[in-house]
């Protein structure tokens, strides 16, 4: 890293730096020069590109005797005269404007300068800076010029050399989205920050603002904590806990003082696992246990209680899920057992059909038997008409088979949908399908009933032909032979 600062210290061989402010995004300091000799547009120029590219930078050159040259990054300097000062001392004011750059960095000349600026604020305040740095963003890094640190909390980097370890991210964006679906800070608005914005993963002992950043880190996981809280005219903050008891707390900012096991209690209800769940039993318990002392003076007792009570009521949920899991399983059984019937729907009707034939045939062969004048061929004209109306009947029996068939499979689908919707509150979609096999339901278990139903239909339209063809054959006077003289009679009368 480049210390701007001191390379242009060196490049102007000024005496002092007379002023020297820095905020977050501004920059303003003052070199004074014994002499002006320094002042030219080369050495100007290499003033100019020490500065990184991303930032704005405008210098004041000026002299007692009221000569001024004015010039920015965007100057051309071959515009100037630089011998107006004629050797006479000079002062040169910079004013930097810190730009975030594509990459979300930015610049701090002054490390020190930096860090004082930052603790001379109130928490408030600071929450107000870093939470307009970070909007709709995941992360900023702070690129420290004059100094050898690395300093990073889960979204907030202090990177001042090339060789520092990875940084860790924590999708900030997404986790306070799951922060506000679960708790209401009014106002919140003006501070879009999570706790771990402030709580360092890497530190040190030039970390000057671990102070003040752990203090909000405890301020905002008791905001987020809570059902409610509202922070009143910029010196209170209240909350309410709706647990088994109904608590509320007035806390004055100034006397936030970092406490681990808030932050571990908020850590715990929003990194993992159902967080409303986990929320819930959170502020129960601390309705019990703030009964008499303030949220701020939790020990670790109070976390532990919290983890106990959860671990029962995750054993209950456990029951709970593994009954509904088997009720599930058992009910998709019952469909599946009551479906597999309608395969052999249309066969059992096409067998009672053919009972129905061949009872009339028996009888038909058991009359001529007992005839006194029994008939050499039974299949006579009025035997054959019984059996084509048999025929006939036996093509519309088969057409209701299918009818009932087809109506039969689409309720047992819509069965089996209105099953799965009965448990869309109590599992996830991806988790409900794999618990009822529904791929295997309606892939396999549909179109193999589908499949033995045609094989069915056609098994007995070819028997129903088949049939229909050997009585024609067989007949001592078939309907087939009537046609064919019918329409032979017709064609000659036409011609």
Known sequence: MINVIECIKEKMNALSLEEYSEAIQVVDFTFGMKDSTCVSKEIVQDIFNLFPSRDFVEITISNEADAVIQISTISDLDKYDWEIFDGDPVKMK?????????????????????????????????????????KDREFINFEVLDSDIYFSTKSISFIGREDHGTIVRDERLEKLKLIRDNSNLRGGYLYSLVPGDFSFQISGIKNKLSDCFAKIETLLSVCYIANDAEIEESKTIKIRISGQRNVNMEMEI???????????????????????????????????????????????????????????????????????????????????????????????????????????????????????????NIFTRDVTVIFEIIIVFSVFFLSVNIYETNYRINQMVKGFDKLKNNYTDVFDNDELKELMGEENFKNEFVTQIKKQRNMAILFWVSLL????????????????????DLLIRLGEEII
Request: glycine residues 2%; aromatic residues 12%.
């Open 465 to 484: 032909l088949i049939s229909f063809v050997v009585l024609e054959l067989i007949s001592s006077d078939p309907t087939v032979g009537r046609i064919f």
């Open 254 to 376: 100034r006397d936030i003082v970092f406490n681990k096991e808030i932050v571990k209690i908020y850590n715990w209800i929003y990194e993992g696992g159902n967080c409303t769940d986990k929320a819930i039993i959170a502020r129960n318990i601390l309705s019990l246990h703030c009964r008499y002392s303030s949220i701020i003076n939790l020990d670790d007792k109070t976390f532990s209680s919290i983890q106990s009570n959860f671990n029962l009521y995750q054993k209950d949920n456990v029951d709970r899920y593994l009954d509904l899991k088997n009720q599930v399983g058992k009910n998709v059984t019952e469909i599946i057992e009551k479906s597999s019937e309608l395969a052999f729907s249309i066969l059992h009707g096409m067998k009672k059909n053919i009972i129905a034939v061949f009872s009339f045939l028996f009888t038909v062969i058991l009359a001529n038997i007992v005839s006194e004048v029994p008939l050499d």
């Open 94 to 134: 910079y004013h930097v404007k810190k730009n975030i750059s594509e990459q979300d960095e930015v610049t701090i000349y002054c490390y020190d300068k930096f860090c004082e600026y930052i603790i001379n604020k109130e928490l408030l305040e600071i929450m107000v800076i870093f939470s307009e740095l970070l």
